[in-house]
């Protein structure tokens, strides 16, 4: 089917039908890109472990024929995914010990995130949850009042973070009801949402979720997942634009990897394109040791000395905050 792709008929479908076409093989991804999975570490098994799920629009994006496209190593399960790293674990950030009850998560003062959902419209081979029983820890619906519940008791929570997988692949109905009541709680002042979608699906930002999202009587939050500055398209500008123009504060979180932004002039393409459309420079994260992992792993030597470099040249609000998460710490440390 993806040999005859109709790249302008995919992109005037809903984000549903588009999510529905996203790549699920190595191979029908490489046809597409014109590669030739022999003249790639591209792994079958490493897909086992973790499956491939890339959307047309991202995959859009990639260099035609390229096996070193910085994109395309974001999404490609390769044999390094296989190599055994001593340090490696398949729950790097305690998440599981910081869950008081199915699908929360509190681990800092003032903010509880929500796990919306187990599932993402891409699979990022680097991402910590790739090993996580996320299937049986998502704030399905019947646990969702018990969630609100939980807010509701804590005064001091001032903020929701509604996180995942990806929060956004709630439908219109369930965002607008969660949304809904969480407004009745009084002492909540942000919802804030984490999401890759605006960036890897962005047919999902509709005119309908900008209302949901603007209907909210507490502040929306939004912050964005972006490591290469080729990932913002003319689609991904678009979808931005509709949240930017809605009054929405808009952030970005990246993922410091090897061999996809490990370069100040890319990480400095990346603050300028992302603020060239409204949106801040958050965090940039240095990888958590998750199994299957290791390959993307770039030094804390090395990460500190590209921040200088960045500072060197950027304004202090583009240069994001280089930090790492620590099982049973209470912030994000800082690292410098
Ligand atoms: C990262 C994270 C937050 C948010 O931390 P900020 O520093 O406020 O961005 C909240 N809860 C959990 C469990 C997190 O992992
Ligand atoms: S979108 Fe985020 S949560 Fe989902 S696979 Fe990618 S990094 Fe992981």
């Known amino acids: 089917m993806f040999e005859q792709l109709d790249?302008?008929?995919?992109?005037?479908?809903?984000?549903?039908?588009?999510?529905?076409?996203?790549?699920?093989?190595?191979?029908?991804?490489?046809?597409?890109?014109?590669?030739?999975?022999?003249?790639?570490?591209?792994?079958?098994?490493?897909?086992?472990?973790?499956?491939?799920?890339?959307?047309?629009?991202?995959?859009?994006?990639?260099?035609?024929?390229?096996?070193?496209?910085?994109?395309l190593r974001q999404v490609l399960p390769i044999k390094d995914e296989l190599t055994v790293y001593p340090d490696f674990s398949d729950d790097p950030v305690g998440d599981l010990a910081a869950a008081p009850q199915t699908g929360v998560l509190h681990k800092y003062h003032g903010r509880v995130l929500f796990i919306n959902t187990g599932s993402c419209a891409i699979n990022c081979r680097y991402c910590f949850r790739r090993n996580f029983p996320y299937a049986d820890r998502q704030l399905s619906k019947q646990h969702e009042d018990a969630g609100i519940q939980y807010l509701s008791a804590d005064p001091e929570v001032s903020e929701v973070i509604l996180s995942g997988g990806d929060p956004l692949l709630l439908s219109d109905d369930r965002l607008t009801q969660l949304i809904q009541k969480l407004n009745t709680i009084k002492h909540l002042k942000r919802i804030r949402i984490h999401t890759r979608l605006p960036i890897v699906l962005p047919a999902r930002i509709t005119e309908k979720l900008i209302s949901t999202l603007t209907e909210s009587t507490q502040q929306i939050v939004i912050v964005v997942h972006c490591n290469h500055a080729n990932e913002i398209n003319t689609r991904v500008i678009n979808a931005l634009a509709l949240l930017r123009n809605s009054g929405i504060n808009l952030f970005n979180q990246s993922v410091l990897l090897k061999d996809v932004n490990d370069h100040a002039n890319i990480l400095r393409d990346l603050s300028e394109k992302l603020f060239s459309q409204g949106v801040i420079p958050y965090y940039l994260h240095l990888l958590d040791k998750a199994t299957g992992t290791g390959h993307f792993e770039v030094s804390e030597t090395v990460a500190v000395e590209l921040i200088r470099q960045l500072q060197l040249t950027l304004p202090g609000y583009l240069v994001p905050k280089l930090v790492k998460e620590q099982a049973g710490a209470l912030s994000k440390k800082n690292v410098s």
């Open 7 to 71: 790249e302008t008929l995919h992109f005037t479908k809903n984000w549903q039908q588009q999510l529905a076409e996203a790549f699920n093989t190595i191979e029908d991804l490489c046809r597409y890109l014109q590669l030739s999975p022999e003249d790639l570490p591209a792994s079958v098994n490493a897909a086992k472990n973790f499956p491939i799920k890339v959307p047309v629009s991202f995959a859009a994006s990639i260099e035609k024929n390229n096996p070193y496209d910085p994109l």
